[in-house]
């Protein structure tokens, strides 16, 4: 599968024609792709007046563009994580969730399931698998390793598989991730624990019963708006306001108040620089590629929603950690001698409950509602007792046949469609047909909807949330077209990139692309364009 998917690549890179020349004397010696998972491009202006260290620099430093938007519905982690390293949207690279309906085994599956890649655990042994077998556009790390000579090395961490896999590819030298309590990979990647690993989980372990209260870290006065805001929901056994005692009556509750803490994102950073260190990435005579997905800001977000003072903490410590990270690299590395580029690979929506008396519109979508509708509407149409299949938030299944009699019948599907937008907080609905040609469709949310499209995993029918309106019933979420969800931050820092600002429109899917032109290497799939601000043609 693997030898087979390589030749494809090649043959793409062949056809795309020879790399554009870039020196060797110019070409950075380390590419880092950082994804700060759920960061709003409205969270460096609301509370970027807090950061002193890496996020600082990046911002300060680098080729900061302040309008930068996903173009698509789905605006969930698996999707942008493998926009983000492709340049590709989700149409193209297949990734529509982080997990869908599989009509064939009649299951929802992850978007990196794999039982046929057995995890490899660091600590204690796991079950299950995990690899990029359903991403089906290579990466930016994946052309690295086929078109520059000799091939680059690749390094991925995140705390979550589906962002650790994606921002790395279909082949890589060390990726990692945190599953049943350990820090684990698959066999995807590697038959055994890697040694520069396993050396640092050995000298760092986790102390998972010993979990420091998470206390804040700066002055009550530095945090916009108040802490324990209405609906905010603490996790279980949590204190409801600073300091969180992060309790937990288990080895697995645990681990999770751990990812839930901004200690997490510091022990990626550290892992990150020290493996850096002990493989010598940016060191040889090709260009290596280290990604890191620093998911904590995602696990609190959902909880506590983007005006809490977590956020604003997790943001600050953050800074804080990639501050020692950068000046690691500048010694590693050399300070002239490396290109980052951060991103998001979404947003998430204000907590409903915090917006209403704002007056803003917004709301909880009723799921039952909802399902009954559809199957109301459908079961008018074609009779029988039971349509729907499956719900996986917005992608909406139909029993085998059930779609293409819809189809077959004259005004059935806008008749479904007409019935699905009487339910609080929908706004549109699009089906199989009207989703085939993005590139066909003028911008608007049904060009949106279809970029998120992918045939055969996707819904027969899709939905589109309304402002304000999301499938969750706690806390807060994302995955529409709504600013506050598309919208992140996307900036340049490093060799030959000048600090400036643009405010031109532009999109995370160019974040690939550009970075490959930097090095001299094509991303012949991409929907992306590098940005000339960044990457001019040498």
């Known amino acids: 599968m693997r030898r087979g998917f390589c030749f494809v690549v090649c043959l793409l890179a062949n056809l795309a024609g020879p790399p554009s020349a870039v020196s060797a004397a110019s070409k950075p010696k380390l590419v880092v792709l950082l994804v700060v998972d759920q960061m709003r491009a409205d969270y460096v202006d609301l509370y970027g007046k807090n950061w002193k260290g890496g996020l600082a620099r990046m911002f300060q430093k680098g080729a900061y563009f302040t309008n930068a938007a996903y173009p698509y519905l789905q605006t969930i982690t698996c999707a942008g994580h493998a926009t983000l390293s492709t340049g590709a949207y989700p149409y193209a690279h297949g990734l529509i969730q982080n997990a869908w309906f599989d009509r064939d085994s009649g ?35 994946d052309q690295m390793r086929s078109q520059l000579k000799p091939a680059s090395r690749v390094v991925s961490f ?15 030298d060390a990726v990692s991730w945190t599953d049943g309590g350990s820090l684990v990979t698959s066999k995807a990647f590697a038959e055994a624990p890697v040694e520069a690993l396993a050396q640092h989980i050995k000298a760092f372990p986790i102390d998972w019963e010993k979990i420091p209260s998470w206390t804040p870290m ?7 708006f108040v802490d324990d805001g209405v609906a905010e929901a603490t996790p279980k056994g949590w204190t409801r306001t600073f300091p969180h005692v992060l309790q937990a009556a288990n080895t697995l509750e645990t681990m999770a108040n751990w990812t839930r803490s901004p200690f997490a994102d510091d022990y990626l950073a550290d892992m990150a620089l020290q493996t850096t260190k ?97 199957e109301a509407a459908v079961t008018r149409e074609l009779g029988g007792q039971q349509n729907v299949r499956a719900m996986v938030y917005s992608d909406l299944y139909l029993v085998p046949g059930a779609y293409q009699k819809l189809l077959a019948k004259p005004g059935a599907l806008d008749r479904v ?72 931050p996307l900036v340049f820092m490093g060799a030959g990139i000048k600090a400036a600002k643009y405010t031109r429109n532009v ?32």
Request: aromatic content about 6%.
């Open 107 to 141: 299951k929802n599956v992850a978007c990196t399931d794999d039982p046929t890649q057995p995890l490899v655990s660091y600590g204690t042994p796991v079950v299950g698998g995990d690899s990029p077998i359903r991403l089906m556009v290579p990466t930016l790390a």
């Open 158 to 172: 995140s705390l979550k598989a589906r962002s650790a896999i994606m921002i790395a590819g279909h082949a890589a």
């Open 218 to 224: 700066l002055p009550a006065a530095a945090y916009s």
């Open 278 to 374: 002990t493989m010598k990435l940016g060191q040889t005579a090709s260009t290596d590629y280290l990604a890191i997905s620093f998911s904590v800001l995602d696990f609190v977000g959902h909880a506590f929603g983007p005006r809490s003072h977590e956020i604003q903490d997790v943001l600050a410590r953050l800074d804080q950690s990639l501050g020692r990270f950068f000046d690691g690299l500048d010694k590693v590395v050399g300070k002239d001698k490396y290109v980052v580029a951060l991103s998001a690979d979404h947003g998430v929506a204000e907590l409903p409950e915090q917006t209403a008396p704002l007056g803003l519109p917004g709301g909880r979508i009723p799921f039952t509602q909802l399902r009954q509708t559809l």
């Open 417 to 488: 469609v007409a019935a699905l937008k009487t339910v609080p907080g929908v706004a549109d609905a699009f089906h199989d047909v009207q989703l085939n040609k993005p590139s066909a469709l003028p911008k608007g949310t049904q060009r949106a909807t279809a970029l998120s499209f992918y045939r055969g995993r996707s819904g027969d029918i899709v939905f589109v949330p309304k402002a304000g309106w999301m499938l969750a019933d706690a806390g807060t979420t994302h995955g529409s077209t709504n600013g506050y969800d598309q919208r992140v």
């Open 507 to 538: 999109s995370p899917a160019d974040l690939a692309p550009t970075l490959g032109q930097l090095i001299g290497v094509r991303l012949p799939k991409a929907d992306g364009h590098a940005l000339p601000e960044v990457a001019r043609r040498r």
